[in-house]
Antibody, heavy 118, light 107 residues
């Protein structure tokens, strides 16, 4: 069955870099797009960026200067790296998949809580 | 960026009640509107895609409608498991954007 699972540190110091991994199963990264979405505590959802099935990437312009998304298809993993973290980057980070039309997010990971604090 | 405005932000309701949540886009999104449910444990699942298509496994009491800039999600008769957060989201253009959410609460 289709699964996505986020992993990474739960605590990151201010100004440091966040590195998260989304490990997928039940589908191929060369056939589906994978996105990252985050949610500050008690707030709404924010789309961060996308790894397309062909390896192309798209980013939210609000985060583009700090964000990088990459992948390792042999390990079924998509990576998120975001630098210069601040306290308002605290929140739950989700990876999710969309079908190649319609483009809704049909499967989601459970999310990983990341706290930015010294 | 396309702004998505959801209303109401909070919706107290009773079991068996029919409720409607609205979502307005800042520009036309040609029915590229999806709805998601988020439970208190953070689990997110799709309910409706492309305005009115029911995701597999979602009960038929959920329905969606709309066009242009205005869309809505209706739950025909509330069950206990329906009390959760609901978000609309557009996939007409990048960046993908979500509404601010509606908390459906037990009255």
């Amino acid at each position: 069955q289709v699964q996505l699972k986020e992993s990474g540190p739960g605590l990151v110091q201010p100004s440091q870099t966040l590195s998260l991994t989304c490990t997928v199963s039940g589908f191929s990264l060369t056939s589906y797009n994978v996105h990252w979405v985050r949610q500050p505590p008690g707030k709404g959802l924010e789309w961060m960026g996308r790894m397309r099935y062909n390896g192309d990437t798209s980013y939210n312009s609000a985060l583009k200067s700090r964000l990088s998304i990459s992948r390792d298809t042999s390990k079924n993993q998509v990576f998120l790296k975001m630098n210069s973290l601040q306290t308002d980057d605290t929140g739950t980070y989700y990876c999710t998949r969309d079908q190649l039309g319609p483009y809704y997010f049909d499967y989601w990971g459970q999310g990983i809580m990341v706290t930015v604090s010294s | 960026d396309i702004q998505m405005t959801q209303s109401p932000s909070s919706l107290p309701a009773s079991l068996g009640e029919r409720v409607t949540i609205s979502c307005r886009a800042s520009q036309g999104i040609s029915n590229n509107l999806n709805w998601y449910q988020q439970k208190p444990d953070g689990t997110i699942k799709p309910l409706i895609y492309y305005t009115s298509n029911l995701q597999s496994g979602v009960p038929s009491r959920f329905s969606g409608s709309g066009s242009g800039t205005d869309y809505s999600l209706t739950i025909s008769s509330l069950e206990p498991e329906d009390f959760a957060m609901y978000y609309c989201q557009q996939d007409a253009s990048f960046p993908r954007t979500f509404g601010g959410g509606t908390k459906l609460e037990l009255k």
